[in-house]
């Protein structure tokens, strides 16, 4: 395996090179390595190339460079400690410094808030609208209350009848009032539990386009409430466990394998990797 020095800078391309090099002296193709790791030609293609703009999350690559070390034989710490040179200074080269924040309330509850807010607000113009409206067209008696004892109580009578009854301005209907009504048959709550001491990316989208990603780690617990089919998408499948409607599943897949699955009430639909070939 080639080496570097201390002191020797690593940028993605020498890292890349590092890890070609590594593997061809093992003699193994890089179709071998994504046949046995399960990680798509594309990302290690992309890891072989120095071109971490195109790869997922950090936590991830490291995960793949890992089982990239332990396919061909070698130790992997030493491929880990050129990765995390080679990945600070491509970060700092190109500013980024993503960090996920680690949400502590209940995301499906904050989604739905965004979504209510601004239906809320329109339906509370229009009621304030309508309010102007009717009081405009409204005459100034017909707010008295009329006197039995003045002979002017049919004058007033008959003012009310003569003039027109204003329509109320209609309200506008929720886009997920239908979804409310159905709650029991659509509605899929699961909970995402990560393993202590790992972490794990993941990223789901449901049926009303509601979507959403989120970094767990150390045994961190996410609870979400969403209309299903759900497709979900998990960075790291062996390192959580998923529980839907009460059933948990466990070994959804390898350590630091991404996999796809739609989820409904009634479990799980496997969608595979995902991954394009390249």
Not at 161 to 186: G, H, M, N
């Amino acid at each position: 395996m080639v080496k570097l020095n201390d002191g020797d800078p690593v940028t993605p391309a020498v890292f890349g090179e590092q890890l070609r090099l590594t593997r061809e002296g093992a003699g193994l193709r890089i179709e071998d390595i994504a046949a046995e790791t399960k990680v798509s030609k594309a990302i290690l293609n992309g890891l072989e190339q120095g071109n971490f703009k195109f790869l997922p999350e950090r936590v991830f690559c490291r995960s793949f460079v890992a089982q990239y070390a332990r396919t061909i034989g070698v130790e992997d710490g030493p491929l880990l400690e050129s990765f995390d040179r080679a990945w600070e200074e491509y970060s700092a080269a190109s500013g980024a410094y993503s960090n996920l924040e680690i949400l502590t309330d209940d995301l499906g509850r904050s989604i739905r808030w965004r979504f209510w807010i601004p239906i809320t607000a329109g339906v509370a113009i229009l009621l304030v609208a309508a309010a102007v409206i009717l009081r405009g067209s409204t005459s100034p008696g017909e707010g008295l209350v009329p006197d039995p004892r003045r002979s002017g109580v049919r004058t007033v009578t008959a003012a009310l009848a003569a003039s027109p009854v204003a329509k109320p301005t209609p309200q506008l209907q929720p886009a997920r009032t239908k979804i409310v009504d159905d709650e029991d048959e659509s509605m899929v709550r699961m909970t995402v539990e990560v393993n202590l001491g790992t972490e794990c990316w993941i990223h789901f989208r449901d049926r009303d386009g509601m979507t959403g990603q989120q970094l767990l780690t150390n045994g961190q617990r996410l609870a979400l409430e969403l209309v299903g089919p759900v497709k979900l998408t998990v960075g790291n499948a062996g390192a959580v466990r998923l529980t839907v409607d009460g059933t948990t599943y466990r070994d959804l897949g390898l350590p630091g394998q991404v996999i796809h699955t739609e989820v409904t009430q009634q479990g799980l639909n496997p969608l595979g990797s995902g991954e394009s070939e390249s």
